[in-house]
């Protein structure tokens, strides 16, 4: 089964910089996807991590480590309109399972 | 057009009632998915199916039912809504390995039901 881990609110204001952790347990081997969620909103895909390391897209980067099944999101410059909820989906057991998505991580910026 | 639609996008109904959601969707994928979204709960996989004849439960499929009706259309029906089965409910498509090697997933824009 999968199991992970990620906080339930995070608070920053503007042009900070925020890091979401997200560790897991799943005998998975793909890589690890990130969603974003805003109020009232339908979720979105963000980034995928297919191997250890930094992925870098404009403000937001991720990380994956598979040795520590952990991961994080790191979002830097913040704006108001990245206040949302953001979605830490770890590898699927194989390909013939479905994403986990838990209940993800309410990041909350403020002026 | 949006690649993923819902219909209805809200809907109200009472106890007892049985009721049909429905996704439709035009992006070619074979996997579709129902989940729901309670407040501080995420998101929880009600049913999947992979292909037209393919139909797997999620975690909390009980007191639903759903129809592959075709590779474009995933229906979700609640056979006896109750009111604790009020929340909103989200429909989604992937093909596996399209942009990354997994499944990632586009979102219909979601139907909000309210059980009196």
């Known amino acids: 089964g999968q199991s992970l881990e990620q906080p339930s609110e995070v608070t920053a204001v503007e042009g900070a910089i925020v890091q979401i952790n997200c560790t897991y347990q799943t005998s998975g081997f793909y890589g690890l996807s990130w969603y974003q969620q805003h109020d009232g909103g339908a979720p979105t895909f963000l980034s995928y991590?297919?191997?250890?390391g930094l992925e870098e897209t404009g403000r937001f980067s991720s990380f994956l480590s598979r040795s520590d099944s952990y991961g994080y999101l790191l979002l830097q410059e913040l704006q108001m309109k990245d206040s949302a909820s953001y979605f830490c989906?770890?590898?699927?057991?194989?390909?013939?399972?479905?994403?986990?998505f838990g209940k993800g991580t309410t990041l909350s910026v403020s002026s | 057009d949006a690649d993923v639609t819902q219909t209805p996008r809200n809907r109200i109904t009472k106890t007892g009632k049985r009721i049909m959601l429905e996704c439709s969707q035009t992006?070619?994928?074979?996997?579709m998915y129902w989940y729901r979204q309670d407040p501080g709960l995420g998101l929880r996989l009600i049913y999947y199916?992979?292909?037209?004849?393919?139909?797997n439960k999620g975690e909390i499929s009980d007191g639903y039912s759903v129809s592959r009706q075709a590779q474009a259309k995933f229906s979700l029906s609640l056979e006896s809504a109750i009111p604790n089965q009020t929340a909103l409910y989200f429909c989604?498509?992937?093909?596996?390995?399209?942009?990354?090697?997994?499944?990632?997933?586009?979102f219909g824009p979601g139907t909000r039901l309210t059980v009196l």
């Open positions: 989604a498509t992937s093909s596996w390995g399209e942009t990354t090697s997994t499944d990632t997933q586009y």
């Open positions: 992006k070619g994928h074979d996997r």
């Open positions: 989906v770890p590898p699927q057991d194989q390909a013939g399972t479905a994403l986990i």
């Open positions: 199916s992979f292909d037209v004849k393919d139909i």
């Open positions: 991590n297919a191997l250890d």
